[in-house]
């Protein structure tokens, strides 16, 4: 079997990094480019230095097109703004792309979808095997609980550096509860709770954000009612299980046709 050829956008990044590491470390990959933003100070290193590990003799660039040339599949743990740029090419490559960035809008979400109609494009807001099928889990158990007695609240808590807030991961756990619930979260959904609110509104799925220390990633769900508590969470211990599932899922991803994908097809659930 050839090996599967991975570009990394955003290759100076926490994710960037470890994804270096764990690609080079995977004998059914070769990474071939790493790609940084403009005025980045990680341009012109060595990748694999870069990566904490032994040269690779590749330099970082800024040419993200140049990269998708290269490469099988490409994998973006950036910003927005360059998920976007990255899913242009994409489309104009029909290059493979994994998106793992969060923190993009609705309209944002909807361009990534029409670049998938010319490439082959996974978006995931977490691609660890918890997560996903916790994503089944709490869309079931929405169903069963009714709205009228069970309150749903989705606490997360992250490292001090995250940028957006909720998380990509608690959105889509309320995604998922929504959709269990048949209701839209944008409709349904409480992000604060400041000064005197009232009494909680039946059916109202509410959000709460900590930010602190090196937390990887914690996630709970919670169903309340008078009388029992339903709590379904995951935590991830370190990095290292995201940089996981995004290999696994690229070398998955390469060669599929053109569409947008989710990290439940990878793992067939
Ligand atoms: N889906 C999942 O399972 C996971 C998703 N994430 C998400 O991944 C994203 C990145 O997280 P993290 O690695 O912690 O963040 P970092 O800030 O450490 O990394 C982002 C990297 O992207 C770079 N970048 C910015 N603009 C461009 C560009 N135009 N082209 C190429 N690179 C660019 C940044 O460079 P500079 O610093 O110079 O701006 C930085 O090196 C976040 O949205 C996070 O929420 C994280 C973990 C798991
Ligand atoms: O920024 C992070 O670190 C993470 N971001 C993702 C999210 O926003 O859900 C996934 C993971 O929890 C780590």
Redesign the pocket.
Known sequence: MTATKIAI????????RLLVETGRADPDCRVVAG????????LGQDLGALAGGSPLGLAVT?D?RAAFALADVAID???P??SL?HAALAAESGTALVI????LSAGQLETIGAAAARAPILR?????LGVTLLLALVEQAAVRLPAADYDIEILEMHHR????AP???ALALGEAAAAGRGVSLEEASVRVRDGHTGPREAGTIGFATLRGGDVA?DHSVIFAAEGERLELGHRASN?AV?AK??IRAAKWLAGRPNGLYAMKDVLGL
């Not at 793992?100 to 923190?103: A, D, E, K, L, P």
């Open positions: 956008l955003g290759c100076s990044g926490r994710m960037g790609v940084e933003g403009p005025g980045s100070k990680a800024e993200a743990f950036t910003v703004a360059a740029a793992g960035t969060t923190g995931a807001a977490n691609v660890s550096h995250k940028v957006d998380s990509g991961t990633g990095r995201f599932g995004a």
